[in-house]
């Protein structure tokens, strides 16, 4: 079992920065892959990044790449999600998402963005862009 929490979230203006992080209890993150999505009021929850430790690979979704990116610190076994140039339409609630299988880093960026993939979740933190 994985426990996930999310934190960093906040009110930025547009063109700000923002950090989240998304600390783990009961299992290390080395073995597993871990992930952002964002639900904005009204839609969908949506991909945002992907990692897997073991495999290497990193996606972020088409919307974010090049101002988002995601990482971790292994000693405080928490990922985090650098977000700049932030835009009104990066307004959402934030979510933290792993899984083991998905570690291996053999799966395609189409399969790390399919939330039914993962296994546990955090409780998601709300990032408010303003224009």
């Known amino acids: 079992q994985v426990q996930l929490v999310e934190s960093g979230g906040g009110l930025v203006q547009a063109g700000g920065s923002l950090r989240l992080s998304c600390a783990a209890s009961?299992?290390?993150?080395?073995?597993?892959?871990a992930s952002w999505f964002r639900q904005a009021p009204g839609k969908e929850r949506e991909f945002v990044a992907a990692?897997?430790?073991?495999?290497?690979?990193?996606f972020y979704a088409d919307s974010v790449k090049g101002r988002f990116t995601i990482s971790r610190d292994k000693a405080k076994n928490t990922v985090y999600l650098q977000m700049n140039s932030l835009k009104p339409e990066d307004t959402a609630v934030y979510y933290c998402?792993?899984?083991?299988?998905?570690?291996?880093?053999?799966?395609?960026?189409?399969?790390?963005?399919?939330?039914?993939?993962?296994?546990?979740w955090g409780q998601g933190t709300q990032v408010t862009v303003s224009s």
């Open positions: 998402a792993a899984d083991s299988v998905l570690n291996s880093g053999t799966y395609s960026k189409y399969y790390m963005a399919d939330l039914s993939n993962y296994a546990y």
């Open positions: 009961g299992r290390t993150f080395d073995n597993y892959a």
């Open positions: 990692k897997s430790w073991s495999g290497g690979s990193t």
